[in-house]
T-cell receptor, first 112, second 112 residues
Framework: KNEVEQSPQNLTAQEGEFITINCSYS?????LHWLQQHPGGGIVSLFM???GKKKHGRLIATINIQEKHSSLHITASHPRDSAVYIC??????????????FGKGTLLTVNP | EAGVTQFPSHSVIEKGQTVTLRCDPI?????LYWYRRVMGKEIKFLLH????????ESGMPNNRFLAERTGGTYSTLKVQPAELEDSGVYFC??????????FGPGTRLTVT
């Protein structure tokens, strides 16, 4: 079992729908990242969370440290949001490495 | 500011051959990471450089993989001899003083 589990693996939505992608992890972490990868494109960092909630435009990320769970929400989804969304955690105890452990990603397709 | 660049973008080699991947981090970033995504699996950490020193190479799969970062600038990852299971996308990321890792576009390696 992977240390970072994402659900769903694939998600298809209609333009305008509210989208939620979930991430659960089994290790203690110091930070959690949400990343985005468009088809054929590079990986872009969306959020880094260690507690609470962050919002950037139509994207909202939340984390519950006690439950070891994070969610990424997209409001008023648009076809350009179609991408792979990846959850990654930093769990190194020494605090100097910052290597990331990744989930498998969620492929989101938003249809017009 | 130029982003992280990787070369080549795609490499197709035969089993038993040697391939060298290159990563140029963002100028001034001391931290450089190599990651790999094998088809159908999650992205996995390979190793981490701080300047020219290997901070953590716990993710390197075996001694067919050799990473270097002479002078603390660009890094190379050599696979010799390549095996079929080495096929995948190799990502490089660099990090400066903040938490954020900046990813390169990746090198898609196909071993036939």
């Amino acid at each position: 079992k992977n240390e970072v589990e994402q659900s769903p693996q694939n998600l298809t939505a209609q333009e305008g729908e509210f989208i939620t992608i979930n991430c659960s992890y089994s290790v203690g972490i110091s930070a959690l990242h949400w990343l985005q990868q468009h088809p054929g494109g590079g990986i872009v960092s969306l959020f880094m969370l260690s507690s609470g909630k962050k919002k950037h435009g139509r994207l909202i990320a939340t984390i519950n440290i006690q439950e070891k769970h994070s969610s990424l929400h997209i409001t008023a989804s648009h076809p350009r949001d179609s991408a792979v969304y990846i959850c990654a955690v930093r769990s190194d105890p020494r605090g100097s490495n910052y290597k990331l452990t990744f989930g498998k990603g969620t492929l989101l397709t938003v249809n017009p | 500011e130029a982003g992280v660049t990787q070369f080549p973008s795609h490499s197709v080699i035969e089993k038993g051959q040697t391939v060298t991947l290159r990563c140029d981090p963002i100028s001034g970033h001391d931290n450089l990471y190599w990651y790999r995504r094998v088809m159908g699996k999650e992205i996995k950490f390979l190793l981490h450089f701080v300047k020219e020193s290997k901070q953590d190479e716990s993710g390197m799969p075996n001694n067919r993989f050799l990473a270097e970062r002479t002078g603390g600038t660009y890094s190379t990852l050599k696979v010799q001899p390549a095996e079929l299971e080495d096929s995948g996308v190799y990502f490089c990321a660099s990090k400066g003083a903040t938490y954020e890792q900046y990813f390169g576009p990746g090198t898609r390696l196909t071993v036939t």
